[in-house]
């Protein structure tokens, strides 16, 4: 009887263990954020909202998918938009792109530094003349690690 529970504990905290490895989640705050307009060399640059203040980053344990969640207003973390992820093991870097339309903005994260950056870039044609205006949304900021 005691083999058998010495046994069920093992295997209890063996499996998680496991489990508790499967993730990495860190929560991130957001320093800077800034949108711009670029037409003929004249640039323009404001404080905007379009990225909130405090996001939390689900990696799964390999980094190739990222669940970025967002705070609402109960003060919760809802998971809002998915990204496929590469490392790049030489300089500890993680680049993640969108996995549907329904969020355009790309993350590079530092697995050294805990620093991230958020990208948008949009192209508005005017007239049909072309490419004449673009719109650039930029965030950047610090995470920490809460596994």
């Known amino acids: 009887m005691i083999k058998l529970k010495l046994f069920l504990y093992i295997f209890i905290s063996f499996i998680l263990s ?25 640039k323009f640059l404001k404080e905007t909202e379009f990225f909130p203040h405090k996001t939390v980053f689900n990696f799964n344990k390999q980094f190739s998918l990222l669940t970025e969640k967002e705070s609402t207003r109960e003060k ?13 093991k030489e300089l500890n870097l993680i680049q993640c792109s969108p996995v549907d339309k329904n969020n355009t903005y790309n993350i590079k994260f530092s697995l050294v530094s805990l620093r991230y950056r958020k990208t948008l870039i949009t192209d508005y ?19 920490y690690t809460i596994d």
Not at 19 to 40: D, I, K, M, P, Y
Not at 76 to 88: H, M, P, R, S
Not at 125 to 143: F, L, P, R, S, T
């Open 76 to 88: 919760k973390f809802e998971a809002k938009y998915k990204f496929d992820c590469k490392k790049n």
């Open 125 to 143: 044609w005017i007239n049909g003349k072309g490419n004449e205006v673009d719109y650039v949304h930029i965030a950047h900021g610090y995470c």
């Open 18 to 42: 496991i489990e508790g490895q499967a993730e990495n989640n860190f929560e991130c705050l957001t320093e800077t954020r800034v949108s711009g307009l670029f037409q003929f060399q004249r």
